[in-house]
């Protein structure tokens, strides 16, 4: 949640909650007066900007050399099988990729979805059999009724 807020943003809903700096005459939030809430300064700023690296691929992931100023994600235009395999080596390497678990976590969904068609089929293919077994049945009841 946002620490500057506009003044009387509680007040108005059409001002929002974004900062605007207070101008008006008898303001009380121009003067800093107590329990008028926070106005951006000097000391409220963030630690230095991170350098963004995108990895496109396992090679890149290997050659990479790691640092503290620097955030690892998997590039977007990546499909997800390269994805995968790239999560599963950043993994194995114990190397700092952002959004890792999301992957790993969607490939464990698709191996699960996998399963569960290949025990559907199994199930069709057992269930075709029955239905030929009885059908075969059938016939053999049926010609020798009628000997």
């Not at 993994?91 to 996998?114: A, C, R, S, W, Y």
């Amino acid at each position: 949640m946002n620490k500057f807020r506009r003044q009387d943003y509680f007040r108005y809903s059409r001002l929002g909650k974004k900062w605007r700096r207070p101008k008006g005459l008898q303001s009380k939030q121009r003067i800093k007066k107590g329990g008028s809430g926070f106005r951006p300064r000097i000391g409220y700023g963030s630690s230095a900007k991170k350098e963004i690296i995108l990895i496109k691929n396992v090679n890149e992931l290997l050659n990479i050399k790691k640092s503290d100023r620097a955030i690892y994600m998997i590039s977007s235009t990546v499909g997800l099988k390269k994805k995968i395999d790239i999560a599963k080596k950043a993994k194995e390497i114990k190397f700092p990729v952002k959004g890792i678990g999301k992957i790993l976590k969607t490939e464990k969904k698709m191996q699960k979805k996998k399963q569960g068609k290949q025990k559907k089929e199994e199930k069709k293919e057992v269930s075709k059999e029955k239905k030929e077994e009885e059908k075969k049945e059938k016939e053999g009841k049926s010609n020798e009724s009628k000997k």
